[in-house]
């Protein structure tokens, strides 16, 4: 597909709520169907919010877990001081739906989506991106038109290995390059230690999550050395948004599954007890049983295209006995326990997601439950599939 057709086809997609002729049961959904318990949601953004502000750290969360404009908007209000995407279609589907402070969190190494990049800047957007190599800066440099402006920041790694550099001198080149460029301006660092989200002691991975701060003091002390201003310190997650608030010269967290939550995250211990509890399961699937094969088992709609895992299962909180095991694609099985209180066929019921920013990429919208528990509205998921 052309970088126009892609463009064209992410600026047709939904990006306002829909709102139902009359409210909603859960039982009148056609499932599976991603639900999305609204106070739940407004709660942990919240909660975020002036958790960060109280340390004097901003918050810059990560539209990869929702990919829904309106979501972002919400974090916006409660004081974001902008948002992420992972990819620049993201970004496109995020600027179409009114969001226009952007950092996309992915290097680009292609002229393709550096070209696709530079139609987006079009009305000098806040635009950011990250860069780890002189080849992704070079791109940027042959793509990006004169009368734009786009900010950049420096991806740093010291022990994850899946983006960011780890050269000093590399460093130092990246950015006397982008200050030389009336085009672009140094907007800072980006280190994110993703392999340490989801460590499940709270104590390891508090240690390992400041050791990976203080492993790049000798950058930013390079940096001070050449006379080059740090604006901009961002990274961390949901597993550490309670730690890297410690670190000083962290300007930002890129939390994400906060808003969410699922039973990945849900599993790790905190610094109040065993389970992350610290935010509300705001996000779920329901789904419909369909079938009773056997007596100790009963079949539900909801298989590997419904809910995304990559460790663990699906987890009902309404019925704490109840195991799920995957049976393929569209089903899923529920193990009862001996003397389990009786399930019947065609009774709806809502698990929380393994892994939910994926589990969100398989699903059109949100049927938006308020605090009535009806549903009122839909929300479209606009970056759904925006992979490029």
Not at 5 to 11: D, E, H, S, T, V
Not at 23 to 39: H, N, Q, R
Not at 266 to 284: K, P, V, Y
């Amino acid at each position: 597909m052309s970088s126009e057709l892609a463009l064209a086809n992410i600026r047709a997609k939904q990006v306002e709520a829909t709102m139902l002729p009359r409210p909603f049961e859960l039982e009148e959904l056609p499932t599976p169907a991603l639900i999305i318990d609204k106070p739940a949601l407004e709660a942990n953004i919240a909660k975020m919010s002036k958790h960060l502000t109280s340390h004097g750290k901003g918050f810059r969360p990560h539209a990869k877990t929702h990919k829904c404009p309106l979501i972002s908007r919400m974090q916006i209000e409660a004081g974001a001081v902008g948002v992420c995407a992972a990819k620049v279609s993201e970004a496109a589907a995020l600027l179409h739906g009114g969001v226009s402070k952007i950092l996309i969190t992915s290097p680009i190494s292609t002229l393709t989506k550096a070209q696709i990049l530079d139609t987006l800047l079009l009305g000098q957007k806040d635009i950011r991106i990250v860069v780890d190599s002189l080849h992704g800066f070079e791109l940027l440099a042959k793509a990006i038109s004169a009368d734009s402006t786009l900010g950049i920041l420096v991806d740093l790694d010291v022990s994850m290995g899946r983006t960011g550099t780890r050269d000093n001198d590399l460093l130092l080149t990246l950015v006397e390059r982008i200050e030389k460029d009336d085009r672009f301006y140094f907007s800072g660092v980006q280190h994110y230690a993703g392999h340490l989200m989801h460590l499940a002691d709270f104590d390891k991975r508090r240690e390992k999550s400041l050791s990976s701060w203080q492993r790049l003091e000798d950058k930013f002390l390079l940096l001070e050395k050449h006379g080059i201003d740090v604006d901009v310190v961002t990274g961390g997650g949901t597993g550490t948004y309670d730690i890297d608030v410690d670190v000083a010269r962290m300007t930002d967290l890129q939390v994400g599954s906060y808003i969410f939550m699922d039973e990945e995250y849900r599993s790790i211990g905190s610094a109040q007890g065993d389970r992350f509890n610290e935010f509300e399961l705001s996000l779920s699937v329901a789904c419909t049983t369909i079938s009773q094969p056997q007596s100790a088992t009963i079949t539900v709609d909801g298989g590997y295209k419904a809910f995304a895992s990559d460790s663990v299962n699906p987890v009902c909180d309404d019925i704490p006995d109840v195991e799920f095991r995957f049976a393929g694609d569209e089903h899923g099985v529920l193990i009862l326990a001996e003397g389990q209180q009786e399930i019947q066929l065609g009774q709806v019921i809502r698990f929380a997601t393994p892994h939910c920013d994926p589990t969100v990429n398989l699903h059109e919208y949100y049927w938006v439950m308020e605090a009535d528990g009806l549903i009122h509205s839909c929300w479209p998921i606009t970056a759904r599939g925006c992979s490029w």
